[in-house]
């Protein structure tokens, strides 16, 4: 089979998700919830035949993919290709704090102008080129084979849209909720195919040893 199935989990919650607080490239890590998620994703996957487990190198993402890679007894690989899109200046805002000091910049950002980019921030553009590039080369490493992507919530965005050939202005219509596990296929000739999107069945089940959030932000 000359294909790549990419199993891509967005990283599990920090304390500034709970804020609506924007991380970008900032190195936030996961809390409490975030950690119990990070486990029930390495249980959920434990008998999947993984070929690698690869993730940003910031430390959410990086936390949620940990207990995975432990738990297929395959070292953690870490690529900056996978990292959130770059807000520049925006970091450390929160959404509320931006609409009332810079409504036009947020009016830009809600109508994903393709080429809007915070100040000294990233493009959509230049993300998408990012992210389908760093992905088609995960997965040309590993055709016929299964690998895990632990990545942030723009990021999979992208993918989203390269797989189910969704255009990159459309509004977003799908779940990107904290350890939700995605499916993709990759191959040579035909790109990115959506398999299935936002399985959280892992985070649903009663588990006394972690905590439970049904409202953690997506």
């Not at 219509?173 to 398999?195: E, K, P, Q, T």
Request: with cysteine.
């Amino acid at each position: 089979m000359h294909a790549t199935r990419i199993l891509a989990i967005r990283h599990g919650e920090t304390a500034w998700n709970r804020d609506a607080r924007i991380q970008g490239q900032l190195d936030i890590p996961l809390n409490d919830t975030g950690r119990w998620q990070a486990q029930r994703v390495a249980e959920a996957l434990r008998h999947e035949p993984l070929a690698a487990v690869y993730s940003s190198d910031l430390s959410r993402a990086r936390q949620t993919a940990e207990p995975l890679a432990q738990a297929q007894g395959l070292p953690l690989q870490t690529d900056t290709g996978l990292r959130e899109r770059c807000f520049g200046a925006f970091q450390g805002r929160t959404w509320a704090e931006l609409e009332r000091e810079h409504p036009d910049v947020v009016r830009a950002w809600k109508a994903r102008e393709p080429d809007f980019a915070p100040p000294g921030g990233e493009s959509l553009r230049a993300l998408r080129e990012r992210v389908e590039g760093t992905f088609a080369a995960l997965a040309a490493r590993h055709l016929g084979q299964a690998i895990a992507v632990v990545a942030h919530g723009g990021v999979l965005d992208i993918l989203y849209r390269a797989a189910a050939h969704v255009d990159l202005q459309a509004p977003r219509a799908w779940a990107m909720g904290n350890a939700a596990i995605h499916r993709v296929l990759w191959s040579r000739d035909g790109g990115f195919a959506l398999l299935s999107w936002g399985d959280t069945r892992h985070l649903e089940e009663a588990d006394e040893a972690g905590p439970r959030d049904e409202q953690a932000a997506a």
